[in-house]
């Protein structure tokens, strides 16, 4: 008899499908047959049935917050069955005690989490009967029936496990020391709330307050450009003034002066340069490639577009979902021309074929044994499901998928990219620039989304001769840097905070290590906004006034460096390749714990928070203090006092007065001081740094308050 313990209690619904069965309160019998001649159980985990001991487990004096317990580091770690999961975990131990039972096989996910989660059990379990480890990437019968069949070793995960239980530990370490550390100094300081700190949350967080510190901080120039029209040889297009590779001019009198002298103007074409760009289709898909994707195009949030894939993996229908590798195996793409055999009956996809390309196995962009990891890129299954019988959310990724693969087979897309220099009266440059489609290539499958800025340009040759139209000048002013989308900060983190253009991407992603792995970066956004560090609006990520405080108390300390805890998951990775030690990973843990909590009580006397973040700083744990008095309430004679997130009427509880500000507008904090100015004169002094909804544009107002309206309005600057 054997017992196989999955990770979800669908999965091993899933697992025990493709046998004769029958179902138990929490496990399900398996009758024999030629995989298991004496039968066997398929029993499952619910997630994490187990987790690590809370502090106060360990010694009684560590359930209080106070500097003077920490460190607070265990000589040894226990892990405890989580309270409401433990009716499984019974049955878990029952089964795994039975004295029939020869063999255990370990089917939790393919992944490090998966590794962690069955192992804990059977280590909480007490079992001693050997093991073999279930090690597939997709759950169709084909997949399942070949695993069990070529089930791996228990040494040969050993490692992987090693990595992930040492992932806990450091991270309980650095979670539980710093997380206590830094909400009783900020509490010193007057800032009542649990401030979470986490060995990849807080580099992340890092990232997110310098950039929102970047579009703060940013000053906005004013500058003019010169656009001319022309007519050259009956052919009208349009350039733009340019001296020693800038169009920006910094006066609008020398805009003007340069456009006046351009009108009525003759003008000749003085170079015409085209150049032919080839691109290649794009790689397979990694999970925080795709997650990047369903953002882009569809908004997705990347815990959604997991919890997604998740789901259409359980169907069956794609690879494993937390894959890191954009590339596939030999043997996986000897099934791709049965898969796309089986898209062509699609009539979603009838018009891409036949393909172009009829396969990819020699090609090594795709197909590379040595460039797999744990797992290949994800794919579409021989499994294709009938599309009417998936959820909307469901058939968006799947068709990203099933592109992805279909594009595989196609040629590269090649277009031509025109530059006209054009002289007016032999003395002002203006340069034309434009994009002509030469081959469509694999954009057949996967077209741009964005329009194209570019126009199409004439034909021209130097030398020839015209006229200007007209010339005109506009004004435009610096912008500050771009927020980032959920789907940036999933490349952001994969990048270690690197900035890397999207002709790079690819290839600079497959040797950098970044925060977290692909399985937790979703997790850990959501984790951010659960916590009241960000939030996220119109897909845009801003950074709360605690997320400030949090970061600029931690200040150069290790934990706020994307690149340091880049570095710590190389470290662990060489663990589950056998090239490092978890105990000496630990021991520096402790060490930079250690340091980092004589350095921060050392600190914390020279921090110095700003008063925006200060007023806009909501309490999370403890009640607020409320001024008692911001000002006389605009509908009535009340008082206008601080009510958390909003300014709002005393009066509220008596009359219902229904007077209320947000604390913020338009992505810029409404301080107390401001309020009051507000409240007093009707009319705020001007505010910088609003931001264009939509656009990440900034703006500056002041803020004044319509009697007629009886709500708040913008007072924008006479322009001079």
């Known amino acids: 008899m054997k017992l196989i313990i999955a990770e979800k209690p669908d999965q091993g619904m899933t697992l025990a499908s493709i046998f004769k069965m029958k179902k138990h309160q929490g496990y399900i019998e398996i009758f024999p047959n030629d995989i ?8 499952w985990a619910i997630g994490h049935l187990c987790q690590l001991s809370a502090p106060e ?14 460190p607070i580091i265990p000589e040894q770690f226990q892990y405890e069955v989580t309270k409401d999961k433990a009716k499984q975990f019974n049955i878990i131990k029952q089964l795994s005690s039975n004295p029939d039972l020869t063999e255990i096989i370990h089917a939790g996910d393919a ?9 804990n059990i059977l280590r909480l379990t007490g079992s001693r009967v ?35 239980y040492t992932r806990a530990c450091a991270d309980w370490v650095v979670g539980m020391n710093a997380s206590r550390l830094y909400s009783l100094l900020l509490q010193q300081k007057g800032f009542s709330d649990v401030f979470s700190v986490g060995r990849v949350q807080t580099p992340t967080l890092a990232l997110i307050v310098k950039r929102e510190q970047e579009i703060q901080n940013f000053v906005s120039e004013p500058f003019w450009e010169v656009n001319a029209q022309f007519k050259v040889k009956g052919k009208k297009y349009t350039g733009k003034w340019e001296k020693d590779g800038e169009t920006r001019i910094k006066t609008k009198e020398l805009a003007e002066k340069i456009a006046s002298f351009c009108r009525d103007k003759e003008v000749q074409v003085e170079d015409v340069q085209a150049e032919k760009k080839e691109f290649l289709p794009p790689m397979l898909y990694n999970l925080s490639a795709l997650q990047a994707e369903a953002n882009r195009r569809f908004k997705f949030p990347p815990k959604k577009t997991l919890d997604v894939l998740q789901k259409l993996y359980q169907k069956g229908i794609v690879s494993y979902p937390r894959s890191d590798s954009r590339h596939v195996t030999e043997g996986e793409a000897e099934m791709f021309p049965e898969i796309l055999r089986k898209m062509e009956s699609k009539e979603e996809y009838k018009e891409f074929f036949p393909l172009p390309i009829s396969s990819i196995l020699q090609n090594k962009r795709y197909v590379n044994d040595k460039k797999v990891t744990d797992h290949y890129a994800i794919i579409p299954t021989e499994q294709v499901p009938d599309l009417g019988r998936l959820s909307q959310d469901e058939k968006i990724l799947y068709d990203l998928i099933v592109r992805s693969l279909i594009a595989a087979h ?13 002289l007016v009266d032999g003395r002002a440059l203006f340069l034309s620039k434009g994009k002509v489609q030469l081959e469509e290539g694999w954009r057949k499958v996967i077209p741009q989304q964005e329009k194209e800025k570019e126009p199409i340009l004439p034909l021209l040759q130097a030398g020839d001769q015209g006229t200007v139209l007209k010339a005109d000048v506009k004004e435009s002013k610096t912008q500050p840097p771009k927020r980032y ?3 940036q900060l999933i490349t952001l983190m994969k990048s270690a905070g690197k900035q890397i253009e999207d002709k790079e991407l690819e290839k600079v992603l497959m040797k950098t290590e970044g925060l977290g792995t692909e399985a937790t970066r979703a997790g850990i956004i959501t984790m951010l906004k659960e916590r009241k560090y960000i939030d996220i609006k119109k897909n845009l990520v801003y950074a709360n006034s605690k997320a400030k405080i949090l970061i600029e108390a931690i200040g150069t300390e290790i934990l706020a460096s994307p690149e340091m805890t880049a570095k710590w998951e190389q470290r662990l990775k060489d663990i589950s390749d056998g090239q490092a030690s978890p105990k000496q990973f630990m021991e520096q843990t402790n060490k930079m714990v250690g340091h980092l909590i004589s350095a921060s009580i050392e600190n914390a006397g020279k921090w110095a928070f700003s008063e925006e973040d200060k007023e806009g700083f909501i309490p999370g744990k403890f009640k607020q203090k409320r001024s ?15 009510k958390g997130s909003f300014y709002g009427c005393s009066n509220y509880n008596k009359t219902k007065c229904t ?50 309206e009886n709500r708040v309005k913008f007072l924008f600057p006479q322009k001079a």
Not at 57 to 70: F, I, P, V
Not at 111 to 119: D, F, N, P, S
Not at 672 to 694: M, P, R
């Open 410 to 422: 196609y040629g590269k897309a090649v277009s031509e990219y025109t530059t006209i220099k054009t």
């Open 659 to 708: 007077f209320t500000i947000s604390k913020s507008i338009m992505g810029k904090t409404i301080t107390q001081k401001l309020l009051k100015q507000l409240l007093k004169d009707g009319e705020t002094e001007l505010v910088e740094g609003f931001t264009s909804k939509g656009k990440d544009k900034t703006f500056s107002a002041k803020l004044s308050w319509d009697r007629q």
């Open 57 to 70: 487990k360990y010694k009684k004096d560590w359930k209080k917050w106070s500097l003077d317990t920490l």
């Open 628 to 642: 008692a008095n911001l000002g006389k309430c605009m509908l009535c004679e009340g008082k206008v006092v601080d």
């Open 130 to 164: 050997p093991m073999k480890r279930l090690w597939i990437s997709s759950l169709t019968p084909k997949a399942i029936k070949e695993g069990f069949l070529a089930l791996l070793d228990e040494s040969d995960t050993r490692n992987l496990y090693y990595e992930a």
């Open 111 to 119: 992944g490090r989490e998966g590794e962690l989660i069955i192992r």
């Open 485 to 487: 989308t959920e789907g």
């Open 36 to 43: 298991f001649p004496q039968g066997a159980h398929v029993t």
